[in-house]
């Protein structure tokens, strides 16, 4: 990696921590209002959209950028893919609650998921705050010091889903325990950062939801699969018009989402 890179990433990655800090600050005044498909609105999230999407253009200005409050900045020849949530979980958060994330996740050229920055202030792993660091090319940290992840993820006993998953979802051959904390990027984490959960199974979402949470899998040798079998890509569609994935996916090790797929398959 280039030492400008470098040099550029932790500038973002202190953009990123400094959102967080004031996401959390203005939680305690937070108005809430609806955007015309019926979600979650706040100042908070167009406002990080803003801070972030400024940084971002001023340290990679030949990179695209997404997110869900803005347009599209495409560039042609692009360094990376830029991804950001500016609250992953704003329901949650525009109701006071703790468990929300701003997520910045970053794909190569070639649309793999290699880097993210999230950060969740109010949701800590035996601390308050939760800060994961994977820079392109770069180990995974959690709050200033490098992670690896609990390696027996293969057998299913506790797992993370979508909110709205719980319909969806046939439970009859599964006895073991199900967390739901209101963010899919948070969801996504989970089997990697909590000793004692081995996957997660979200709905149909956008790419804003997923991308960074990604990364993180990858970069600890677990990954994303539909319950199909078929490939998680980054298409055009998925990334450029803003569409949902078109089916449920389930995240953890290959041998863990295999078990998955067994244990908590969609309702027929």
């Known amino acids: 990696m280039h030492d400008f890179n470098y040099k550029a990433f932790e500038e973002l990655e202190k953009t990123i921590k400094d959102c967080a800090y004031l996401a959390a600050q203005a939680q305690k005044d937070i108005r809430r209002f609806y955007k015309e498909d019926g979600s979650v609105l706040t100042q908070t999230d167009l406002r990080i959209s803003q801070i972030v999407e400024e940084a971002v253009q001023r340290l990679f200005p030949s990179s695209t950028f997404i997110c869900e409050e803005s347009p599209v900045i495409r560039k042609s020849g692009e360094e990376y893919i830029f991804v950001l949530d500016p609250i992953d979980g704003t329901d949650v958060y525009s109701q006071g609650l703790p468990s929300f ?14 880097g993210a920055l999230i950060a969740a202030p109010r949701f800590g792993v035996g601390r308050e705050d939760l800060f994961l660091s994977l820079i392109p090319g770069g180990k995974l940290r959690m709050n200033g010091e490098d992670f690896s992840a609990c390696h027996d993820k293969d057998e299913i006993e506790q797992v993370t889903i979508g909110s709205k998953e719980l319909d969806r979802l046939d439970f009859s051959r599964f006895d073991g325990k199900v967390r739901i904390f209101g963010s899919s990027i948070l969801h996504i984490v989970s089997p990697v950062i909590f000793p004692s959960i081995q996957g997660c199974i979200n709905q149909p979402s956008y790419v804003w939801d997923i991308a960074a949470s990604h990364a993180v899998l990858i970069s600890q040798g677990m990954d994303i699969s539909y319950f199909s079998g078929r490939k998680f890509e ?12 078109s089916e449920d996916i389930y995240c953890g090790t290959w041998k863990g989402i295999e078990n998955l797929r067994r244990l908590l398959p969609p309702r027929s």
């Not at 994330?101 to 793999?112: M, N, P, T, V």
């Not at 980054?234 to 994935?245: C, I, Q």
């Open 101 to 114: 994330a701003i997520a910045l996740g970053i794909l190569d050229c070639e649309r793999k998921p290699v």
């Open 234 to 245: 980054y298409t055009d569609e998925f990334l450029f018009e803003k569409k949902k994935y």
